[in-house]
């Protein structure tokens, strides 16, 4: 957008602020803010409602009423212009009376993709398209990354010890990241639409995977194992909260290599975790775990762990984003070592972030392109 004032990037910077907090609530919509102003004051401001309707410009302009006449309305995404389970916002806005409407993101919906523009510029509305295009990007890059590729946004999230370590064999849990850094990865999982462990992690801490955050505990995200032979415990804390939060076993095609095969009866194993609860997913890559994700609606897939999980995802190149918290420890003897620490994170990716968690060092980096 050219030459944008600073009252229009200060409102597309407070919209796109509110649509970043409800990330992960409004699945699978995407989060959208919208800011109506008058004279320079805001009159309207909401999000997409949890579970996705009715979208941010109905509740926006409910608030504002007849003050949202002649009114500028500031939207992170393209008004959408379909009919959905609700009326489409592009007429919404022109039933109001709104004289301007700024986007941030244009909507690659395909029941959308530049229609709402058309609708709103037909009704006379001036509209002005691409406002801090890159902040826009990123709060809906799990949308964008679903709508455009098909598949979920992925971030591979790793908790290292000083000296490179992500656990200590045969310990359980380790502790390798202090109470700020938990608790941002707790607000990390709230954010995303599901979260992945491989086996070996589920074995070895027994962890529930689920969001622990005051008022955010009905946010848990659908949960998914790694595990190709069907190892994990029906008496694991994962598979026993299985009817309160879903939770995913990927196992891949059975090898055919009976010496790869653990003893007992794979069927039977598949039914045991089937009457607990679990949904068991025949998939074999990550390219076509990652389409059967997208498929059903999954936006953003935080990969938590372990050693194995986290060089599959890399192997497959289609990680997005790496989060490394860095803890200031040592684990020493029989620590597990992380495919990767700080210094030598896989090429591809650049740092956006870094932070002093306490005395954790947080480090974000982005794949490039
Ligand atoms: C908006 N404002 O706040 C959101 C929008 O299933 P439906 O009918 O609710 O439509 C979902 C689509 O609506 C979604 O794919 C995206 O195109 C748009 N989301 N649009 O105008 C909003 N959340
Ligand atoms: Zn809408």
Known sequence: MANPTREDERFMAAALRLARHHLG?????PSVACLIVKDGIVVGRAVT?????????????????????????????EPCSHHGK?????DALVAAGVARVVI??????????????????DAGITVDIGLLPEEGHRALEAYLMRQVSKRPHVTLKLAISADGMIGRKGAGQVRITGPISRAQVQ??????????????TATADDPELTVRLPGLEDRSPVR?????????????KLVRSARDVPLIVV?????????????????????????????VLETGSVADLLTALG???????????????ARAFLESGLVDRIQIYTGPQQIGENGIASPFDRKSVPAGFTLVNSARYGDDLFEEYEREN
């Open 25 to 29: 609530q409004t699945s699978t919509n």
């Open 49 to 77: 409602a949890s579970s996705g309707r009715p979208h941010a410009e109905a509740q926006a302009l409910a608030e504002a009423r007849e003050r949202a006449r002649r009114a500028t309305a500031y939207v992170t995404l």
């Open 251 to 279: 196992s891949g095609e059975p090898s055919g290599q009976p010496e790869l095969e653990p003893a007992g009866d794979r069927a039977g194993r598949r039914a045991a975790l089937e009457a607990a609860g679990v949904e």
């Open 86 to 90: 609700t009326p489409p916002c592009a």
């Open 295 to 309: 498929s059903r609606g999954i936006s953003s897939l935080l990969v938590e762990g372990g050693a194995v999980a």
């Open 224 to 236: 998914i194992v790694l595990d190709r032979r069907l190892d994990l415990s029906p008496g694991s």
């Open 187 to 200: 607000i990390l999982r709230a954010q995303s639409d599901a979260i992945l462990v491989g086996i070996g």
């Open 104 to 121: 941030s993101i244009l909507d690659p919906d395909e029941r959308v993709a530049g229609r709402g523009v058309v609708r709103l510029r």
